[in-house]
């Protein structure tokens, strides 16, 4: 079998460790060949792809980014988009099966390919977390613990200018970044695009951590949202052209805290560095067991499905019923984390 | 309330964590009050113990060992042992209930006295990962990461001198940290304790290794056996008193090796650096979860149950069901791991 | 000896050792005894201190910040500010003599202070290295080291997308930390404020990476500026008021490279992290000897004078003939670098 | 100008970064050709090296290990060995020079592989830190950072616990790993080769740290050799045969401590870790520095000089004066570590 492999839209840590985990599987188990496909689906509708041999992914689990590239091309635009074309490309290049690595919008596209009778199996990428189908993702596990070592460096600035620090992580829909690396660093207040709060909310947290003689730690989403209408007003009247550039959500509160608390606040927002390099050892072992589990589902024909974590054990998935549902943060552990706030 | 905690047995990153999250959300959402007995068991039966307020745990989360101390006292040894004494010391000094934060011999004491009549509830502590109630426990996760960074450090020394590098880690009856630090830092070979295997199949895998040009790196579990006669034979006739100092198992597996390949072979013992210092954010969540669990167990009267996770859930069992099980690591998960081997 | 302990202006990674190293060699080598005075300079002129025991130092060697507290304060401003004053709060609290760390603002002081007869030794803090009289500030390795950690994963990010990333480091005056982080992370552009330079260099630099291959990483100090007029023009005409919030220089920088390059970029700016948390074990070392030093030269009368390094050796200087003289980053050391660009 | 290289005895991090360095400046400045020879000094004599590129070289600062391989293989024997040998192995491949990176052996026969006519440049290697002729080698600080990081974790444990930790880090005939990582670390005790010392002061230092309610962590290097004779004494009668085997010197002090003092006592020896991996962004600036050095040696026609570090500078000094000198621990240094004892 001669089994296609590509990586699709923003980077994660781990990828690079799946494309280990299925290939060595594949050759050592089955004898499969392989080939990367190059920056995602655009290698796909341009036949662009280069052998993908086992000395090819040496050492390759540690390593951060995708050695495949990435692109955010849609596989049903363009002139080789579409079923057909992409089937009439693996045809001619003898390639039998595609394993797809990528988020909501790869896994849909893969799903839609199947439909039209592709033979293509998912693995799914999220480095916010936010897919139903899986207990945790890879890349999300490495971006905690990035996150939470900047908040502990913070910290002790915080500290010493008995200042107050808003730290800004990803998360665009949902907020388990920003849930685990403020609960791991010891965060007095964690917002969520799931918990739209008010200014005041936060403020009163924050006023009473410096009551306790502490300097207030904020972490925050990039996706939370205010649920007032401050922001809003405080810019109107400014046409579109003159209205100041918005920048992050962190930019905007530490003035607005500071402002209200009289607490000098200063924002960092993490950016980048929460998505690159090395895996840890925890992203290394689930992208590897996802890799070689993608392959068991390809040798078992399960095209349409992905592979997932439930608890400790690797399972396959439809990806029609998989993708669809955000894997909000619920309540209850919104509510627990909030019992250590302010 | 007034709750006494007690931390049992070796240390672990994390069981700060644990106090911590007990002590704020029992202040917080309880106002319970603390107090801390020293040295596990020991600080029961002999009334020591000193008050817990929330600012003795600030910052607690990141910080490696128990600043309760441990040790490895019986209750039901001692002058101040067994159940009516220790009910006793908790009356006369308005202690209501105890958190007990450890093994299988803390958490089996702690049945015992809770069948007695003690208000206990338990917080698993098991670095190894070997119980089987709980999916993953706290210290696990930092002890991989710490393990696989060593890996990857070793990787570079045995690939720029063709060694063969053994590597052993933590691990006395089941290979969970061989397991997934092999399986993250790319070990040509795990040797488990679950799985004894026979020096011949180790230099197998070892030479083909090397057959392919690099160099072979095996992770070994403490508790590691082989499953031959050769060691015993090797020291016959020699009485127990000249008998060489066996040492741990890499230390007896490298020159086998050796001898048998031809490759140059070293070992590492990584010992204590595995169990101390900073937890991963991952164990810092779990572990903070735990305490805060153990709280509302202690607050439903859930006498004799104890803490644990299960997918992304904490849940309370009843010790009586959980221990005893050890968690070994299943054939699936090693058969997995084997073909990454050699 | 009564001696008081003061940390001012930003913090920096080895404060705390330094003050272990001068409270541990006080009371070990002279049966010395301290106080720590609040917040800087504001704690002298405020009579607000504490005393500082050597149990108070244990294990402050890794821990980031200052104990201390640190604020801006001027001691020549204020009611309590002034040689005469200060010196009367010494006499009533019977504090023989001051250790003052912080940057060039209050080793001016300090000697000016010193001029009018008080007792101070001061110890340079710089994170930026900007000092001429030390080979190299505590801080300053840390500083780099994390810097560096944070290239070496967005390099992976970069390479995954095809895209130039543009990381924005500190340096006011001086680009060392640029100079160094970027040439242990393999910059392919380092932008110091000592070597203004066009955009049109600049996007050269780029475009040759981008054409050999390669995703360009360009780092830059924040005290850089571009040396056209190009930023001044584009805003031309715009009143104050509606004139775009300008943002760092990465965030600048960006969109001008991708604008004339047609690479897409990204800026990513490090900020605060650079300057909290552990220090690493140079840094460790280093402000232990620097401590250790001061007392030394509290106990030779060595009043205006400071401690430094040169070469492996601590020394002392005074500070009337080291403040003044700007670090900056030599043509030889931009020139070696810059071998390595494009 | 064809330039070969090549990496003699133990690897170190920062050996690729050198490799990187030299390869660059030479490519770029110079339009060299290299070539690596594989193996140290092996690769001359049996003639065995590929061409190195520019493309060979990239992403190698951050990566420990050497990629050209390893040896202790000395030059003057064997078949192809001594300088004619090698000057016709050289001329038949049109190599002009060669670029020697290893300790203080790989030094001496360069030197003498010089008088005798060829033109060969050192690069110092040596973790310890041992060669009197820079002021700190590469490897070192990478060292240093990692002994400092277990001594951090074996703290927590040994805090927990109350017991005594025994650390061995390296250093055969010097103390530099172990004063510095000491220090870094907060020891209480730092046993170097330059001091010898008896039990008797060993276990009065370790007591008083009890004493004063702490847990006593000693860091010995390798090289340690206690100045009385009880070992010697304990094993006397034993013929060679049957003398149990020593062990390091971490292993043996332990129980000595444990027996005389009381207090439990651990022993960790640090090993290979302590010397593969990705170096410190420190060690990656001082090697890229040194390769890039060697260059300009190599076009200065500098033969028999090697590149070193004093103060901030890169210098060329004679191999012929800077080896033979053992850079000790001085006196002073090891009086300023150990005012911090006990």
Request: charged share 25%; net charge negative; hydrophobic share 40%.
């Given at each position: 079998m001669k089994i296609g492999i590509l990586t699709s839209g923003g980077d994660c840590p781990g990828l690079n460790a799946v494309i280990r985990g299925a290939v060595l599987n594949g050759v050592i188990s089955h004898e499969a060949e392989f080939v990367g496909f190059r920056n995602g689906w655009r290698g796909v509708v341009e036949g662009e792809f280069s052998p993908l041999h086992r000395h090819d992914v040496r050492g390759l689990s540690k390593q951060?980014?995708?050695?495949?590239?990435?692109?955010?091309?849609?596989?049903?635009?363009?002139e080789g988009g579409g079923p057909e074309n992409?089937?009439?490309?693996?045809?001619?290049?003898?390639?039998d099966a595609i394993i797809a690595i990528g988020g909501e919008g790869t896994l849909t596209a893969a799903r839609r390919l199947t439909d039209a009778g592709l033979k293509i199996v998912g693995v799914p990428k999220t480095i916010d977390n936010d897919l139903a189908a899986t207990d945790y993702s890879f890349g999300f596990d490495t971006a905690v613990e990035i996150a939470t070592e900047a908040i502990d460096r913070l910290r002790t600035t915080a500290e010493s200018h008995g200042r107050c620090m808003v730290v800004e992580v990803m998360g665009r829909h949902v907020g388990w970044i920003a849930l685990h690396s403020g609960m791991a660093g010891g965060a007095h207040?964690?917002?969520?695009?799931e918990q739209p709060t008010n200014i005041e909310q936060i403020c009163e947290w924050v006023e009473s951590v410096r009551d306790r003689g502490r300097a207030p730690l904020v972490v925050v989403a990039e996706g939370f949202h205010l649920d007032?209408?401050?922001?809003?007003?405080?810019?109107?009247g400014l046409d579109a052209f003159n209205r100041p550039r918005l920048g992050g959500i962190a930019e905007r509160l530490a003035p607005m805290i500071e402002a209200r608390t009289g607490i000098e606040s200063r924002d960092t927002v993490l950016g980048h560095i929460q998505r690159g390099g090395a895996p840890s050892a925890y992203d290394?072992?689930?992208?590897?067991?996802?890799?070689?589990?993608?392959?068991?589902a390809v040798y078992?024909?399960?095209w349409g499905s992905m592979v997932t974590l439930r608890g400790t054990d690797i399972r396959t998935v439809s990806i029609a019923?998989?993708?669809?549902?955000?894997?909000?943060v619920p309540q209850s552990r919104y509510d627990e984390a909030k019992i250590l706030f302010g």
């Open positions: 951060g980014g995708t050695i495949l590239g990435s692109s955010r091309t849609n596989p049903f635009e363009g992409i089937q009439r490309m693996l045809d001619e290049n003898g390639i207040a964690i917002l969520i695009p007032d209408m401050e922001e809003a007003h405080s810019h109107k290394r072992v689930l992208a590897t067991r996802l890799g070689m589990a993608a392959i068991d078992d024909g399960a019923e998989a993708v669809g549902r955000l894997n909000t």
